[in-house]
Every structure is written in C-alpha cells, then in structure tokens.
C-alpha cells in the first residue's frame, strides 16, 4: 500500500502561511455575499485580495478553469464558473472554493453561505456540513487510517436523521507541491481503512452534502456539477496537517474561527 506524503519542515512552514492567506482571503470575500452581488464581482474581488496577501489564485487556468474561485450557487455542488449574469438572490446559498499558491505550496478550502435571509432547512444544511468536517477531525490522527476520516464524516451525516446525500464521485484529496495530489479521500463509508496516517501528512478534507439524491451531472460548460434531483447543496473544506497529536487546520480565518469548532 503507498503512503502518503509526508511534508519537510519547510513545506510545512510554507503551507501555514499560504493557508493561513487564503483563510483570510475566505473570511473577507464571505463578508461580501449579499443579495445583488454578482459571482463575477465576488470572483473579482477574491483576485485583488490574493495578490494583496502576495499569493496566486491555484484555481485560474487549472486544467483551462476561468476564474479565481468557484462560485456554486443552490443546486450547483462545485465548480460553478463566476459570471456577470449570475445575480444572487435573497435565500440562495453560495459555496466558495478557493485556492492559493505561495513559494510553491498549495492552499485549498470552501465556505458554504446564506445569501441574505434563509430557509432553515438551508441553515440546518450548511450547518451539518461543515460539522461533518469537524467529526473527521477526531479521526484525523497519526496512526489510524485515511478512510476513518471517510468514515467519520459517512457516520456524522448519517446520525444526523436527515435525508441527506453525500456525493461520491467527488472527494478531498492530498495537497502540497500540487493542488491536487493522492490519495483521494471519500467521504462516504468504506469497508477497509486505508494507508496509516503519519505526522507531516497535509490533506484537504472537504464534505459535499446535498438536501436528498447523491447523483450529481456536470453541465454543458464542462465545469459546473449539479444535483441531478435540483437539490440544493453545501461544500465545506480546510486544508490540515496531521501532527502528532490534534490534526492543525491550516486555513481557517479569525472569522471562521469565531464560529467554533462542532
């Protein structure tokens, strides 16, 4: 079985600051969401505040991608493309996936939220999202396995009572000199549990969960997925660094922060 990378010192120390940058750059861009806003404008902004943090946009030109983000709006999971036409509504959701390159070392992370007033049910939704990546946390520890964390999250959302559906075709993955780097990382429940988890192990952890079916289509733009039931959706992720004790979330701003750790 292959292991998964472990980081130098160096690489480590070159993550904390590009992660910590795009953790700042997500607190302030989510400031931004307001009903009126376009995905473009949101996109334009997220491009000023990364070269002002000395940092490059990862997502622009990956694999011919437009933008600096991606901008996903209700049913649409990940990879919206940011657009002028794209106005956002009172009680939308809006995921933002972004990404940064400093000195070589990768950044990743994704918000999910409420544009405006919301329904509760969208509230509960992005709630329960984003605590399913803190239920992965407690699995993410030198010498267990990379499928607890699938597991971890798989067994969150199923406690939860909803009839949720969790994505599986689409997955975190390793991260470190690239954007995307193995192993891939389900977040739905696997029968064996994987490589060991080591100190120095980087992962981007990131739970997509929708309001019913898990089937997910991609659009005539080669980028966007959406639900293939019109459910809506919510995406929350974070750049971590297993340790030899707690895993050490690198990019979670002060505001992220502020809303705890559940």
Wanted: aromatic share 6%; glycine share 10%.
């Amino acid at each position: 079985m292959i292991g998964i990378p472990v980081r130098s010192d160096e690489q480590i120390e070159c993550m904390r600051k590009c992660n910590a940058r795009l953790g700042i750059m997500l607190d302030e861009l989510t400031d931004m969401v307001r009903p009126g806003v376009t995905t473009a404008y949101l996109n334009d902004e997220a491009e000023k505040l990364i070269e002002k943090l000395g940092c490059k946009p990862n997502f622009k030109g990956y694999e011919g991608f437009p933008a600096a983000i991606c901008a996903s709006v209700n049913e649409e999971v990940v990879h919206g493309i940011p657009s002028k036409n794209r106005i956002l509504k009172e009680g939308d959701i809006l995921s933002i996936d972004a990404g940064m390159v400093l000195d070589g070392c990768h950044s990743d992370a994704a918000r999910t939220v409420g544009v405006g007033e919301i329904s509760p049910e969208c509230r509960k939704l992005i709630s329960h999202t984003r605590s399913a990546f803190f239920a992965a946390m407690k699995a993410a520890r030198a010498g267990g396995r990379l499928y607890d964390i699938s597991n971890a999250i798989a067994s969150y959302i199923d406690g939860t009572g909803e009839s949720y559906g969790i994505v599986r075709e689409l997955t975190g993955h390793g991260i470190g000199t690239e954007m995307h780097e193995k192993p891939m990382i389900p977040n739905y429940h696997k029968s064996v549990r994987g490589p060991r988890l080591k100190a120095g192990n980087t992962l981007a952890i990131e739970p997509m969960i929708t309001m019913a079916g898990p089937e997910i289509e991609i659009l005539e733009d080669n980028w966007t997925v959406v639900t293939s039931d019109g459910s809506w959706a919510a995406h929350y992720e974070n750049t971590i660094l297993i340790t030899g004790d707690e895993p050490e979330i690198l990019s979670m701003g002060d505001k992220e922060k502020e809303l705890g750790y559940e």
